[in-house]
């Protein structure tokens, strides 16, 4: 799991967006309360975190993280407009792993997040992992998860899932997912993909939406919406 913490609304939707697209878990936080919040929950493989933050700055919550034995193996990218050698040398000073200036582009900081998560060894552990929307599933367990609530699949279910997440973006045809999931033998027909889909959606809740229908050919996860 990655945490951003980004006041600007626009952009920590378009960060928790492409993290998840790029196949990580990721939640949003306005402001370092509601982050210090969720901490309480749980740690979080890497943080994103912006300076210029309400109440709280960037620096201070920093500073906060790296003094708490708890928190301080937790690897920190900071993410901001201020572009100044001193904010950057301030901000690696305190304990930083990296320092991005805004405006970003979305594959550089997919590159530089799986850089740091593959120097603190966390890249492991997320590589057994598929994610995309909320939806978020553990291979290694076997486990599924929407909005970080475990759901109960079936077997074909999660076999289903995880195919949509190994080919995310890309378009699969109703033949082909029924060939995969199924098998080359299996005398079923393609209604057999649509019935395991409309069940899937139903258990994803909220997150059902991001198994997108293709009029005609199939279906997708993590497409151009």
């Known amino acids: 799991m990655i945490y951003c913490v980004e006041d600007d609304k626009n952009i920590r939707d378009l960060v928790v967006y492409a993290l998840r697209t790029g196949g990580f878990a990721a939640e949003g936080f306005p402001d370092a309360e509601s982050f210090y919040a969720e901490l309480k929950k749980a740690n979080p493989e890497l943080v994103l975190l912006d300076i210029m933050l309400p109440s709280e700055d960037g620096m201070s919550v920093l500073a906060r993280l790296k003094s708490r034995k708890e928190t301080k193996a937790i690897p920190v990218v900071m993410l901001t407009a201020k572009a100044a050698e001193y904010d950057k040398v301030q901000g690696l000073d305190l304990g930083a792993d990296d320092y991005i200036v805004k405006p970003f582009g979305v594959m550089e900081l997919l590159a530089r997040v799986r850089a740091v998560l593959r120097r603190s060894g966390a890249i492991e552990e997320a590589e057994h992992k598929l994610a995309a929307g909320g939806i978020v599933l553990d291979l290694e ?65 909220a997150c059902g939406n991001q198994i997108e229908t293709v009029r005609g050919i199939g279906y997708r996860i993590g497409g151009e919406k």
């Open 141 to 205: 367990s076997h486990q599924s998860f929407a909005e970080d609530k475990e759901i109960e699949l079936t077997y074909k279910e999660f076999e289903l899932l995880q195919y949509l997440l190994e080919n995310r973006g890309i378009v699969l045809s109703r033949e082909k997912l029924l060939k995969a999931i199924w098998g080359y033998d299996f005398e079923g027909e393609t209604r057999t993909v649509d019935v395991h889909i409309g069940n899937l959606r139903q258990k994803l809740g």
